[in-house]
């Protein structure tokens, strides 16, 4: 497939909060190098193969569509690549990125990081408490996920911020002792009813798990990116430690349910839904956002699927800090840092 040529005007934003609705392979190409501080993602586990799993005491089934299908092992790791060496170009040099996920993908994501040059910094393991039981009983219980921390380069100077994870309150996990160093085993239980009041998500992650990814790994004002950002929690939690955050989704339900959980969350230092901008379907609200528009460097992007939705021509306004990166017809020599952020 050639290269896209694509405007993208926003689904949804507010205030330090930037949703777009495409392929993350259409879209990751129109940001500028060098210019986001963490990346987390949640790629397609590819586990969709028609079986079944417990859930509130029922079998139900694993399939949750068409984009968590595999394409065989081969075609799989290529669209990993794929989409971490874009997230490399755009990690500022210090840069870091989490990728979460199971036996099904994450070796092939683990191969593809180390292909491309990323230093590994750790692997976490997320143990589910409240894990769904093994109903073959053929086979032990799957209770965990893995994720990888990984830094854009073996020379860079990441940020971690070790005295809070220390030193920090995590009553809920009984593993983190108080005072005592961060281990890399993390016992979090999946996201509560509380987190999907406006919906659900076949993998959402809970609020938790964010919190302390991008608490640890990033700092006040930073710009937080999530190529699969589904339901949002990513955008939440970014938004509740007071960092910026661009997400892109291809499923509109899912975008939509994102949109629902931030206009209803409170989140400290962020507008009201009244001062929201919604963007959807083409039709902007009565206050119009940026949209962003700029040709893709010259990365070859092969396993795109489809076209970003909702094109539009380019247009400016007052930007909210951090709420969009791309300027139109810009150049990654041309980015300029969103104001109040030194940061970026």
């Known amino acids: 497939m050639s290269e896209p040529s694509v405007a993208?005007?926003?689904?949804?934003?507010?205030?330090r909060c930037t949703l777009y609705q495409g392929d993350c392979l259409e879209i990751l190409p129109l940001f500028p190098a060098?210019?986001?501080?963490?990346?987390?993602?949640?790629?397609?586990?590819?586990?969709?193969?028609?079986?079944?799993?417990?859930?509130?005491?029922?079998?139900?089934?694993?399939?949750?569509?068409?984009?968590?299908?595999?394409?065989?092992?081969?075609?799989?790791?290529?669209?990993?690549?794929a989409w971490i060496q874009e997230c490399r170009r755009i990690l500022k040099p210090n840069g870091t990125i989490w990728i979460s996920g199971t036996y099904h993908n994450i070796y092939a994501c683990g191969f593809a990081l180390q292909c491309l040059d990323f230093h590994v910094l750790n692997e976490i393991c997320w143990y589910k408490p409240n894990a769904s039981p093994n109903l073959s009983c053929r086979f032990f219980t799957a209770s965990h996920?893995?994720?990888?921390?990984?830094?854009?380069?073996?020379?860079?100077?990441?940020?971690?911020?070790?005295?809070?994870?220390?030193?920090?309150?995590?009553?809920?996990?009984?593993?983190?002792?108080?005072?005592?160093?961060?281990?890399?085993?993390?016992?979090?239980?999946?996201?509560?009813?509380?987190?999907k009041l406006q919906g659900k998500h076949p993998t959402q992650k809970p609020l938790d798990l964010l919190d302390r990814i991008i608490s640890a790994s990033?700092?006040?004002?930073?710009?937080?990116?999530?190529?699969?950002?589904?339901?949002?929690?990513?955008?939440?939690?970014?938004?509740?430690?007071?960092?910026?955050?661009?997400?892109?989704?291809?499923?509109?339900?899912?975008?939509?349910?994102?949109?629902?959980?931030?206009t209803t969350a409170p989140l400290p230092g962020s507008e009201t839904s009244a001062g929201d901008r919604v963007l959807a379907n083409g039709k902007s609200s009565s206050q119009p956002g940026h949209q962003p528009s700029q040709q893709p460097d010259n990365q070859t992007n092969s396993k795109a699927s489809g076209k970003a939705n909702n094109p539009a021509s380019s247009k400016t306004s007052n930007q909210p800090a951090g709420a969009s990166i791309i300027e139109p017809n810009s150049s990654p020599?041309?980015?300029?840092?969103?104001?109040?952020?030194?940061?970026?």
């Open 8 to 15: 993208v005007q926003p689904f949804y934003q507010r205030d």
């Open 34 to 81: 060098n210019s986001v501080d963490l990346i987390f993602a949640d790629p397609p586990y590819n586990l969709s193969n028609n079986g079944f799993t417990c859930h509130g005491g029922r079998a139900v089934s694993v399939n949750k569509g068409d984009w968590d299908r595999s394409n065989g092992i081969e075609q799989d790791f290529e669209f990993h690549r």
């Open 145 to 195: 996920e893995t994720l990888i921390w990984a830094r854009k380069s073996k020379k860079g100077k990441h940020v971690f911020n070790y005295e809070a994870m220390k030193l920090g309150d995590f009553p809920r996990d009984p593993l983190k002792l108080s005072g005592r160093q961060m281990r890399s085993v993390w016992s979090i239980p999946t996201p509560p009813a509380s987190e």
């Open 218 to 262: 990033t700092n006040p004002g930073d710009l937080v990116l999530d190529p699969f950002s589904g339901s949002g929690t990513t955008g939440l939690s970014a938004l509740r430690v007071d960092r910026a955050f661009i997400g892109i989704e291809k499923e509109a339900a899912y975008l939509q349910l994102a949109v629902d959980r931030f």
């Open 333 to 344: 020599a041309s980015y300029s840092s969103p104001p109040n952020h030194p940061n970026h």
